[in-house]
């Protein structure tokens, strides 16, 4: 049973959240306290982290920013905020989503199966999973999920890896904004680009030399991005 931490500090959205979760076959966990649900996620064991901004103790970004550090699990984003400077700001911190309250219980528990099924596939056993993509210095495992740039290794987010991953699996193809987010988030896409754009540049961020001169992930103007082979 895969198991969900939420860290949300008003009780009844929790409770409601956990409910759907747990009525659709999850395991769910709820902490009200940034700080103590900092230290469970860092704990491990958990398959995905939802996950308030405003907290007592410990606010969300830096919850955000302290776990992918260390870990890949998928993190869900929750907040009233609706300025997309907290949306861009949360997901350059490394998460996966963001979902604006107030949001229908039955789209979070369909943004958590989309979430971990993808993560399950791309870290799963297969004989393709097992293979690495090389490209001019660029290396992709995606058994392992590393990532490493003339022979320095990368830490990558979960979503910026899927990312990069599917661009490398189909090089030089062109894929839209839209098309990225729906293949890499598993969610139709809604007219909102940021969540992608947010991701193409922390990766340039971490693979390019010169992130603004980029020669791995190419801008096609008006239309989206390519991986350059």
């Not at 907290?55 to 890949?72: A, F, K, V």
């Not at 729906?182 to 007219?191: F, H, K, N």
Request: with cysteine; net charge negative; hydrophobic share 35%.
């Amino acid at each position: 049973m895969k198991s969900i931490l939420i860290i949300e500090d008003e009780r009844s959205i929790a409770e409601l959240q956990r409910d759907y979760l747990e009525s659709n076959g999850y395991q769910a966990d709820i902490e009200g306290r940034g700080d103590i649900g900092l230290a469970k996620a860092l704990e491990g064991g958990y398959d995905l982290v939802i996950l308030d901004l405003m907290l007592p103790n410990t606010d969300g970004y830096e919850i955000c920013r302290r776990i992918r550090q260390s870990h890949n699990t998928p993190i869900i984003m929750v907040s009233a905020k609706k300025e997309d400077v907290d949306k861009i700001r949360g997901l350059g911190l490394g998460a996966d989503d963001y979902m604006t309250k107030p949001f229908s219980p039955s789209e979070l528990v369909a943004r958590v199966k989309a979430h971990l099924a993808r993560y399950e596939r791309l870290t799963g056993d297969s004989k393709e999973a097992q293979e690495s993509i090389a490209i001019r210095g660029l290396t992709i495992n995606k058994a392992t999920r590393q990532v490493s740039i003339r022979d320095q290794d990368m830490l990558l987010t979960g979503k910026e890896f899927d990312l990069l991953l599917l661009l490398a699996m189909h090089p030089n193809r062109v894929f839209t904004k839209d098309e990225l987010f729906e293949r890499v988030w598993g969610l139709e896409s809604v007219g909102d680009n940021s969540t992608v754009t947010v991701h193409i540049r922390r990766l340039r961020e971490k693979i390019e030399l010169d992130p603004s001169n980029p020669q791995y992930i190419d801008t096609v103007w008006g239309v989206g991005y390519r991986l350059k082979v």
